[in-house]
């Protein structure tokens, strides 16, 4: 489609491939971030961000999980490993466990966007020496109701009970390195969620990795 109509970058849409050079060297020159939403819901690990959900990285994560920009997984993957070292610090391996989507939500989309981008990060960290392993043990079991315009009370109590750790998983997880991933923390609510149904399975979570957070947060961590 974009040699007979002409593509454009999804980052910056200046005309030419996927992703420029320009919005490709930003992506690889991001500094990762403790980003503590404010309020900080109970039970959230520390979260470690790629980048702020702003401008050109806000229309990748966007390009990639609505209009199925496959390509852009990789280096949308780059950024959420580069969370990873952060949030290990010293550690060199842990279980990356994406936060899960529901069935007819990935069936709408045609693909699982976080699940492809943990993936992408899983084999950027191998080759820096790290033994990451993707986890896919969570499952919604309740489709909670859309999230937009909720406030972070609202939101918590949306999601409660709404993930359940496999059953495959549960004795494989116990006493291993976890890090919770997703694309984008806003008020932390689903992280905070996913983290209770791991650890009332015995699962302790390290903390939490993901691409971008929105500028709902404290950066201080304080």
Known sequence: MDLVLGGRC????????????????????????RAWPDPRPPGLPPPTAGAPYADELRQLIIAHKENARYALARPLGGV??????????????????????????????????????TKAAVRALRGQGIDARPADALRVV????????????????????????????????????????????TTGSTLAEACRALESRGIPVLGCAVVAATRRHSPSGS
């Open 80 to 117: 959420l490993a580069t969370a990873v070292l952060s949030a290990l610090g010293e550690r060199r391996g842990a279980w990356l466990c994406p936060v899960p989507s529901a069935r007819a939500t990935v069936r709408q989309r045609g693909h699982d966007p976080l699940r492809r981008i």
């Open 142 to 185: 309740r489709r909670p109701d859309d999230q937009a315009g909720l406030s972070a009370e609202r939101r918590t109590a949306n999601l409660a009970g709404a993930f359940a750790v496999r059953s495959r998983w549960a004795e494989r997880l116990t006493d291993q390195p976890v890090l919770l991933v997703d694309d984008v923390i």
């Open 10 to 33: 999804a980052g910056c849409e200046r005309p030419g491939v996927t992703l420029c050079g320009g919005c490709r060297e930003l992506l690889t020159s991001l500094t990762p971030f």
